[in-house]
């Protein structure tokens, strides 16, 4: 049961967006951006980042939300996705993801665990520095959306179509809300 | 150094917003929204969460720029603010704020350590649904802020009377990039 009483019976943190539009419009807006938009990693590299993230988090509705979103646009699937979390060294991913998934990996423990070596080794791999950015703000950004959705305790589904389900619908119409219906003001 | 070529010599988090506007605008307007826009805390006290995560964080840029903004903010000035990071069980604020930063403490070490008994103790001590709300997102997004800054190795100055000159521009002129020229179109 979440912390607070919100307005809606949504999960995770489509309860919270609802809950506070103000911070619900920022929010969204950088998830489109990092996750969507324009960019040289392709939107299942990232979502994968995203997964990947939330899961050293533990954070069960972001990881099972991005995870269904990465095999969706993933070549590999969701059996790609799971190999990552298991053993990113192992998966069968680039040698530049790869890279990219240990600064990660450091940016979640710590901005400060983020080490030069790491940075050159994702450029030998072929991360040019705005992949590298990205993949920073990326996991960064996963650290506040993970510990906001269960800071607050919102409800996360154990049924994993209602997972898929969502990744369609973000893969349609994606992070921003839907503009308000000019019709219903009338 | 940062750890990628930067379009200025601006220090932390405002070489990065330089550098990759299209994330800019909405990180910008999250801060705008949770540390200045409209609410029941005041803008020191959100500040002092602020500041207060980050030195957990140990992110220096941020933490001596929000503590720079706490400080010109809170009636205690800067002793409160160095209190409240010493101990902020024995500072000299409300029971409600007290109780706001033992949650603010557990997002930032993860959303699951917020528990139950964290949220009634802050209830009982006076906190809104709404500052519940708003201190885990200000925790969470300060976790995201520390981790972008320092995942990317900005640098951050060593004078205090360069962020105290920071807190005054930015009480002036908010988070919000300031609207670009038009006559500089011409």
């Known amino acids: 049961m979440p912390h607070i009483v919100l307005n809606s019976a949504e999960p995770g943190i489509r309860g919270l ?18 996750l969507r938009g324009p960019g040289t990693l392709t939107r299942g590299e990232r979502e994968l980042i995203a997964a990947y993230v939330s899961a050293l988090n533990d954070c069960r509705y972001c990881a099972s939300s991005h995870a269904a ?9 969701m059996a790609v996705v799971e190999q990552v979390r298991a053993d990113p060294g192992a998966a069968p991913v680039s040698a530049k ?23 050159v080794a994702a450029r030998a791999a072929g991360a ?13 950004a996963l650290c506040m959306f993970n510990r906001y ?22 893969i349609m119409h994606g992070y921003l809300p839907p503009p308000a219906d000019p019709g219903r003001e009338e």
């Open 149 to 170: 959705v269960d800071g607050l305790a919102t409800v996360a589904p154990d049924d994993p179509a209602a997972y898929a389900a969502g990744a369609q619908r973000l």
């Open 97 to 119: 993801l790869k890279a990219l998934l240990v600064i990660a990996s450091a940016v979640r423990h710590s901005g400060r665990a983020v080490t030069a070596e790491h940075v």
């Open 69 to 77: 979103c990465a095999a969706a646009q993933l070549p590999g699937g």
């Open 17 to 34: 967006l609802r809950y506070r539009p103000e911070t619900a419009d920022p929010l969204s807006e950088l998830a489109e951006v990092l």
């Open 128 to 140: 040019t520095d705005a992949e590298i950015h990205d993949t920073v703000l990326i996991a960064a």
